[in-house]
């Protein structure tokens, strides 16, 4: 009897501390998310989101860093994913010896613990130096596609590791070949764990300040975006340095959390984006 009472006070301790730990989470996610809401709501209004900032004219907006952080986005994961998702395909399907796919995968656990300053100060060098790009937007948006991309291997890869090995026997068996096998089974059937990868970047990327501030620059002018001269040129701060700014350099925290309270529906949108797109393919 009384093993029988440990081994049912055991069970019940094992099943609690699961959902102890998923309370938890939950907990702390809506404490965080709540407090930003509850200081940032108030402080946020059109004109803050569709302005620019005026000194002369005393207004305050953030419409040319949401632009900024949208171009950061949009240029990081168009470097990364495609570079990344690639790697991953030739690294689980491709990969002729064992070792050099496992030398590659330590090298992208490696890179993905490094701090970012590192990558803020190569990117500083290499982007902005050395090819001649100065603090611009490109630079910063360069050096976060390469501080992300071992993030995007390392979920795609563990995707294509959870395809089932008949559908490519399968597949295989009915004349299709390598590639083709790998385009039209492979990656739709793992496309969801894709998009979680690419969730993953974009949440770092937009999170991501010491890069930006690197090589990016502070500007929070609007940028002419119209050519490929401005696209190339443009320098400024995305919503994170602005936040930043607001909070360390100006000491306006309704500000400051107005921004933050941007950037959390920006998250929350990318999230819902990235899965919908998954279920849609």
Known sequence: MA???RRRAWNLLAAALPRLGALVTVGLLAFVAGYVLW??????SWALLTQEESVLHGQVGIAPCILNTVYVIAVSLAA???LGVGAAVYLTEYAPRRRLAAAVEFAAE????LPS????MVGSI???TVLG???SLLAGSLTLAIMTLPTVIRATQESLKTVPRSYREGALGLGAGKWRTVRTVVLPSSVRGIAAGCILAAGRVVGESAVLLYTAGLSTAMQDFSSLSGLVK??????TVALYVYAKERSDFTTAFAVATVLLFLTVLLNLTAGAVGRRR
């Open 39 to 44: 200081r940032g709501l108030p402080g946020l």
């Open 117 to 120: 300053i590192l990558y803020a």
């Open 110 to 113: 490696t890179l993905s613990g």
């Open 126 to 128: 290499l982007f902005c």
């Open 80 to 82: 990364a994913l495609p």
């Open 133 to 135: 790009l100065q603090k």
């Open 3 to 5: 093993k029988g009472r």
């Open 234 to 239: 443009a320098s400024g701060s995305t919503l």
